[in-house]
C-alpha cells in the first residue's frame, strides 16, 4: 500500500465512479483499476461492489476511506512543510545591471550563472547608471554591474572589465579622417551622448572641463542607439562605447578612439555587493 493507491481510492469514492475518477486523476482507466486491484490485493478484501445504482464501498471500503482521509492530509503537511524548509533553504541573489553592460560580458552570463548553481535563486533587472547605485544603498539588489567611476566610501568596488569610449563622426566631417582624436577636437562640434542619468555623460563631460571648454550638448538620450543614427544623419558627433560599436555599424560613420589613456582607464567594469555595497560597475 501506497499514497498514490489511497490518493486514487479517495478520487474514486469522491466520483463514484472509476471513469471519471481515471479522467480527473489523468491516467487510464486501466491503469487506475490495476492500481485498486493492487491495493485490493495488499489489505486482502475488497473495496468496492456494483449495484444499480452505481458504485458502492464495502465495509472495508468505508473503514479505509475514513482512515485514509486524515493519512493523505497529514502526508500533504509534511509535504508542504519540506518544501517550506528547503525554500527558505535556498540561497537568493539579486542582481542589477546598468543599460548595456549584460551585452558588454555576455548575454549568456545569467543562463550560465543559472547552470552552475542550481541552488541559488537569482533575479535580475536593468537600471540606468545611478538609479543602479541607489537600489543597492535601498538593499533592493546584492550585487549590481554598472558604470564607474562610484563613490568609494560607499561601495567596496572591484574592476572586472575595462572599455574605451569612442567618437562617432560621419564621413562628411573632416575629423573622419584622423585615427585618433584629443577631446579640444571636438571644442566646437555639435555633441549627442546619452543623457545625464548615466555615467558616460558625466565623465565625458568632466573631460571636456579638463581640456579647458565647456562641450555643446545638441542632443541627449535615454537610448545610446540614438546616437549612432543621429551621426549616421550627420546631426551631431556621437559619444558611445567600443563594445556597442561593434553591435552597431553604419558604412558613413566612423569610430574614432580619443587621445587619452587615462580615460580609458576609467572606461573599467566595477563590483559592489552589501553596505558599502560590493557592485559590478563599467566606467563609460
Same mark, same amino acid.
Given at each position: 500500500?501506497?499514497?498514490?493507491?489511497?490518493?486514487?481510492?479517495?478520487? !474514486? &469514492? /469522491?466520483?463514484?465512479?472509476?471513469?471519471?475518477?481515471?479522467?480527473?486523476?489523468?491516467?487510464?482507466?486501466? #491503469?487506475?483499476?490495476?492500481?485498486?486491484?493492487?491495493?485490493? /490485493?495488499?489489505?486482502? *478484501?475488497?473495496?468496492? +461492489? %456494483? @449495484?444499480?445504482? #452505481?458504485?458502492?464501498?464495502?465495509?472495508?471500503?468505508?473503514?479505509?476511506?475514513?482512515?485514509?482521509?486524515?493519512?493523505?492530509?497529514?502526508?500533504?503537511?509534511?509535504?508542504?512543510?519540506?518544501?517550506?524548509? @528547503?525554500?527558505?533553504?535556498?540561497?537568493?541573489?539579486?542582481?542589477?545591471?546598468?543599460?548595456?553592460?549584460?551585452? *558588454?560580458? $555576455?548575454?549568456?552570463?545569467?543562463?550560465?550563472?543559472?547552470?552552475?548553481?542550481?541552488?541559488?535563486?537569482?533575479? @535580475?533587472?536593468?537600471?540606468?547608471?545611478?538609479?543602479?547605485?541607489?537600489? !543597492?544603498?535601498? #538593499?533592493?539588489?546584492?550585487?549590481?554591474?554598472?558604470?564607474?567611476?562610484?563613490?568609494?566610501?560607499?561601495?567596496?568596488?572591484?574592476?572586472?572589465?575595462? =572599455?574605451?569610449?569612442? *567618437?562617432?563622426?560621419?564621413?562628411?566631417?573632416?575629423?573622419?579622417?584622423?585615427?585618433?582624436?584629443?577631446?579640444?577636437?571636438?571644442?566646437? /562640434?555639435?555633441?549627442?551622448?546619452?543623457?545625464?542619468?548615466?555615467?558616460?555623460?558625466?565623465?565625458?563631460? /568632466?573631460? &571636456?572641463?579638463?581640456?579647458?571648454?565647456?562641450?555643446?550638448?545638441?542632443?541627449?538620450? *535615454?537610448?545610446?542607439? !540614438? @546616437?549612432?543614427?543621429?551621426?549616421?544623419?550627420?546631426? #551631431?558627433?556621437?559619444?558611445?562605447?567600443?563594445?556597442?560599436? $561593434?553591435?552597431?555599424? +553604419?558604412?558613413?560613420? +566612423?569610430? !574614432?578612439?580619443?587621445?587619452?589613456?587615462?580615460?580609458?582607464?576609467?572606461?573599467?567594469?566595477?563590483?559592489?555587493? =552589501?553596505? %558599502?555595497?560590493?557592485?559590478?560597475?563599467?566606467?563609460?
Amino acid at each position: 500500500m501506497d499514497i498514490k493507491q489511497l490518493k486514487y481510492f479517495l478520487q !474514486i &469514492c /469522491e466520483d463514484e465512479s472509476f471513469s471519471k475518477a481515471a479522467k480527473n486523476l489523468y491516467i487510464t482507466q486501466q #491503469g487506475l483499476s490495476k492500481a485498486i486491484k493492487s491495493l485490493e /490485493e495488499c489489505i486482502n *478484501a475488497p473495496l468496492f +461492489y %456494483r @449495484t444499480v445504482s #452505481g458504485l458502492k464501498l464495502t465495509e472495508y471500503g468505508k473503514y479505509l476511506k475514513e482512515h485514509s482521509i486524515h493519512l493523505i492530509n497529514e502526508f500533504d503537511l509534511i509535504l508542504n512543510d519540506i518544501n517550506k524548509m @528547503t525554500s527558505l533553504n535556498r540561497q537568493k541573489l539579486s542582481v542589477g545591471f546598468s543599460f548595456g553592460v549584460l551585452n *558588454a560580458l $555576455s548575454t549568456d552570463l545569467i543562463d550560465n550563472f543559472k547552470q552552475n548553481n542550481p541552488n541559488i535563486q537569482l533575479t @535580475t533587472a536593468e537600471y540606468r547608471d545611478f538609479d543602479c547605485e541607489k537600489a !543597492i544603498l535601498n #538593499g533592493d539588489l546584492d550585487v549590481a554591474l554598472t558604470v564607474g567611476p562610484v563613490d568609494e566610501s560607499k561601495f567596496n568596488s572591484k574592476i572586472v572589465q575595462t =572599455h574605451n569610449l569612442c *567618437a562617432l563622426i560621419n564621413e562628411k566631417n573632416y575629423l573622419s579622417k584622423k585615427s585618433e582624436i584629443s577631446f579640444k577636437d571636438l571644442k566646437n /562640434e555639435k555633441i549627442i551622448i546619452v543623457d545625464k542619468n548615466f555615467k558616460l555623460y558625466h565623465n565625458f563631460v /568632466e573631460k &571636456c572641463r579638463q581640456a579647458v571648454f565647456e562641450p555643446n550638448i545638441a542632443f541627449t538620450t *535615454a537610448e545610446i542607439l !540614438i @546616437t549612432h543614427k543621429l551621426s549616421r544623419l550627420n546631426k #551631431g558627433i556621437g559619444i558611445s562605447v567600443d563594445f556597442v560599436v $561593434s553591435d552597431i555599424n +553604419y558604412p558613413n560613420v +566612423y569610430s !574614432i578612439p580619443f587621445i587619452d589613456e587615462q580615460l580609458n582607464k576609467l572606461i573599467r567594469l566595477l563590483e559592489y555587493l =552589501h553596505h %558599502r555595497p560590493f557592485l559590478y560597475n563599467p566606467l563609460f
